[in-house]
């Protein structure tokens, strides 16, 4: 089914932990100028990672299993308070995966509200007792406008991920 309206089914919210996936990786990468569907990633570059490795100003963050716990309920005490409601989430060591139905509200608010809540959900958990953020900068919030492809996010998040984490 289509929807009609301006707002769309629910989004899909991607963001990484700090450092675990910088320019230059062999995985390839994507940055603000290159940035358009279909169009080829940024080149691994090892010099340029080992570049951007001295750059960056912590140790690069890898989310341990009571972390983890913590992001989820985060996320879940976010939804609550926001009336949104969980499609999907899978929270890996390097990175966050999460489909919400969040309606109106302006996706770009909504993932620095996620990455707030499972940050805040952290520390008062004892987990993360640093002052900077666990996370990358932005992220990726992609606009789900029909069942077809909130169901294929859904399946993305919960069963493309790889095998299950202790």
Not at 63 to 73: E, I, N, Q
């Amino acid at each position: 089914m289509w929807n009609d309206s301006h707002i769309p089914m629910a989004v899909l919210f991607t963001f990484r932990c700090y450092g675990t996936w910088l320019h230059g990786d062999e995985r390839g990468s994507t940055d603000r100028f290159q940035n358009i569907y279909g169009t080829p990633h940024i080149a691994a570059d090892s010099e340029k990672a080992q570049r951007k490795k001295r750059l960056m100003n912590h140790e690069e963050v890898k989310l341990t299993p009571s972390m983890r716990d913590a992001v989820v309920l985060g996320i879940k005490k976010l939804c609550r308070d926001r009336n949104w409601r969980i499609q999907a989430i899978n929270v890996r060591t390097n990175h966050v995966h999460v489909v919400i139905s969040i309606g109106a509200y302006d996706p770009g608010r909504a993932l620095a509200a996620i990455k707030a809540f499972s940050t805040r959900s952290m520390r008062e958990s004892g987990c993360w007792e640093h002052e900077h953020s666990p996370w990358s900068e932005k992220g990726s919030k992609c606009m789900l406008w029909t069942e077809a492809q909130v169901n294929e996010a859904n399946y993305y998040v919960t069963d493309r991920q790889g095998g299950a984490l202790e």
